[in-house]
């Protein structure tokens, strides 16, 4: 078998249209990380702090308790100043310190002035009373009788809570911040895999593999008529050209993290990333009920939704992590792709009419689910799991989990219709 899988992976590289796709592909890619890069120097790798307001606040009910109140106001008020300040100076160690302490303070305050009716609504509540107590910082609770009108809007504490445990993590574990364009031999993958692949990798599919039909046909007619080889030939070119298509998409980003290492090292493997859970583990939507746009704040590598319900579902995990479970999301997609443009071919004399119905197919199928799409319905389009950064990171609709569970099907689903080609289709 494996003979025959090579044959067919060299055969593919030396044909010169593929050459060709391949170069001009590996090209797109080194302008893309040109662009990041250059971008990357003019992003802020800082949020502005999102404040502590004192509207409700009402000195009638205890001026004495105001008056302290106040104070510490002031002194939050020259540590953000300092700690911006840090930023614009790139002292980070100083400047996630300051962080840290800000959004706690603020995560606090939103759970005082909150008209929540218990703690659950709190996530993360008692990891914040510990970096409260570990950095020295006041207890704003004690200050509550001094709020005349209470907030059912909790979303803010959500953001508040993800940035001090986001920038406690990149303190602890002496990393700096980094901005949502960042590139290096850590982050270069994951950034070719939410810029370009999202598009490229179907066209790449149907593009190297189209030709396939006409160019095996000659021994599929021998092949076919084998028995005991028939039933494994559809897997065999299966994972030929699944392995070629990867070998084309893998090996640049492979090449590009080993010249860069000595440049930026490798030290951003463990950088923290938000990634949404709920829709990680099971199938799980945003909750968008009276949601007319989703503002998105980024915080290093992830853009983090400010007013929508997917905040609290938010949790870090290390950079290298999340490249796997998007390397993963990849490879089926891959494996989607190939067997869609098998199938087709299968079912259709002309190459290029099956090449032209692969790309409208999925066209269509990506015009009715944009990335920001929140029709329940496009649950089961496959085009809504292009992304596999947006569905894991978060700042999609749907979910990591049901885009895994999805692909899979339709991938056993035309694997099967495929073998039945192989039994019934005349070649």
């Known amino acids: 078998m494996w003979t025959y899988v090579l044959f067919n992976i060299k055969s593919n590289l030396k044909r010169k249209e593929n050459l060709i796709l391949v170069v001009l592909f590996i090209v797109c890619e080194i302008a893309l990380l040109f662009i990041l890069n250059t971008r990357s120097f003019t992003e802020s790798p800082y949020q502005t702090s999102l404040g502590i307001g004192i509207a409700s606040v009402s000195q009638k009910n205890d001026p ?5 109140f106040m104070d510490e106001v002031n002194l939050i008020r020259q540590t953000i100043d300092k700690g911006e300040q840090d930023g614009k100076e790139k002292n980070w160690k100083s400047y996630c310190e300051y962080k840290v302490k800000v959004s706690v303070l603020e995560a606090q305050w939103y759970m005082v002035t909150s008209n929540m009716p218990n703690d659950s609504y709190f996530e993360h509540a008692d990891v914040l009373e510990e970096l409260r107590k570990e950095y020295g910082l006041p207890d704003l609770s004690q200050y509550e009788k001094l709020i005349v009108q209470k907030s059912n809007d909790i979303n803010l504490y959500f953001c508040s809570m993800q940035q001090a445990r986001y920038f406690d993590y990149l303190l602890k574990h002496d990393l700096t911040p980094i901005t949502y364009s960042y590139v290096d031999a850590s982050s270069v993958s994951l950034q070719i895999a939410r810029y370009i692949l999202p598009v ?9 593999l189209f030709q396939q039909r006409e160019r095996r046909a000659k021994t599929e007619k021998t092949i076919l008529t084998i028995s005991g080889v028939k039933k494994k030939y559809v897997r065999w070119n299966l994972i030929s050209d699944v392995l070629f298509v990867l070998l084309v998409v893998f090996l640049p980003i492979l090449v590009y993290m080993i010249v860069l290492v000595p440049f930026k090292g490798v030290s951003n493997l463990i950088y923290p990333v938000l990634y949404y859970k709920p829709g990680f583990t099971g199938f799980h939507y945003w909750d968008t009920q009276g949601l007319d746009h989703i503002e998105l704040v980024a915080s290093g590598l992830t853009n983090m939704s400010v007013n929508q319900f997917t905040t609290p579902g938010m949790e870090l995990m290390p950079l290298w992590q ?21 199938v087709l071919s299968k079912l259709m004399k002309n190459k290029y009419l099956s090449l032209l ?28 799991y292009r992304d596999f950064g947006m ?8 979910g990591y989990f049901a885009g895994i569970v999805i692909i899979g099907l339709y991938s056993v689903i035309l694997y099967l219709i495929s073998k039945w080609c192989a039994k019934k289709v005349r070649v």
Do not use: H, R
């Open 200 to 208: 490229v990798l179907p066209l790449l599919v149907g593009l190297l």
């Open 64 to 68: 004495k308790l105001y008056q302290e």
């Open 357 to 384: 119905v692969f790309l409208v197919v999925l066209g269509l199928c990506s015009l009715a689910s944009p990335l920001g799409n929140m029709q329940k319905i496009n649950t089961f389009n496959p085009m809504s």
């Open 322 to 342: 999340c490249t796997l479970f998007v390397a993963f999301g990849l490879v089926l997609s891959t494996i989607f792709y190939v067997l869609l443009i098998t």
């Open 391 to 398: 569905n894991l990171l978060g700042t999609s609709y749907f």
